[in-house]
């Protein structure tokens, strides 16, 4: 399972996926459904503009949770 840590980076920074959608030209729903983990693809070009605005690394962002981690 792969779990995305997009809200936790945008609280720490004190912005919000509205903010976020603006300045990367992404559609609010389209990342709404990246940071809750309600999607099953997403384009890499939304994880290159993410991670550009937001000045962070694909790794901070992702993170692959392995079968025990989720018990």
């Known amino acids: 399972m792969i779990k995305v840590k997009l809200n936790d980076i945008l609280e720490s920074k004190e912005r919000n996926l509205n903010w976020l959608a603006k300045k990367c030209n992404i559609s609010y729903s389209t990342l709404y459904?990246?940071?809750?983990n309600n999607t099953?693809?997403?384009?890499?070009?939304?994880?290159?503009?993410?991670?550009?605005?937001?000045?962070?690394?694909?790794?901070?962002?992702?993170?692959?949770?392995?079968?025990?981690?989720?018990?």
């Open 33 to 36: 459904n990246f940071a809750n």
């Open 40 to 71: 099953t693809a997403v384009s890499y070009n939304v994880i290159e503009a993410v991670c550009d605005v937001l000045e962070v690394d694909i790794s901070d962002i992702l993170q692959i949770i392995k079968q025990e981690e989720k018990r």
